[in-house]
């Protein structure tokens, strides 16, 4: 594979993009767990029984499967992508440091 030697990558750029998906995804997670808390109150609270208290119970559990229970799955995931971010920077890093070594 050919290298292009004037490739730039900006490591503020890969650290920002790296934060800005930990910060959404945070967000995200606290959202959908703030919704599923207010299908849970109003299930037991504003509709405590019949057809529409059990489709937005079985809705819910639906929700929260698909989403992964309240476990911080969307905070965990975003995480990981602010990692991959920094970990891209230090790979690129390394691999310039050896080409610098080695007269490349």
Request: aromatic share 6%; glycine share 8%.
């Amino acid at each position: 594979m050919n290298s292009d030697p004037n490739l730039i990558i900006s490591d503020d750029y890969t650290n920002e993009v790296g934060n800005t998906c930990r910060d959404r995804g945070g967000n995200l997670d606290d959202a959908m767990n703030s919704y599923l808390s207010l299908l849970d109150q109003v299930a037991s609270e504003a509709i405590p029984s019949g057809a529409q208290h059990d489709a937005l119970v079985a809705f819910t559990n639906v929700a929260r499967q698909l989403y992964g229970g309240k476990t911080g799955t969307l905070k965990e995931t975003s995480k990981t992508l602010q990692t991959t971010c920094e970990d891209f920077i230090a790979e690129v890093d390394a691999d310039d440091q050896f080409r610098s070594l080695n007269g490349a």
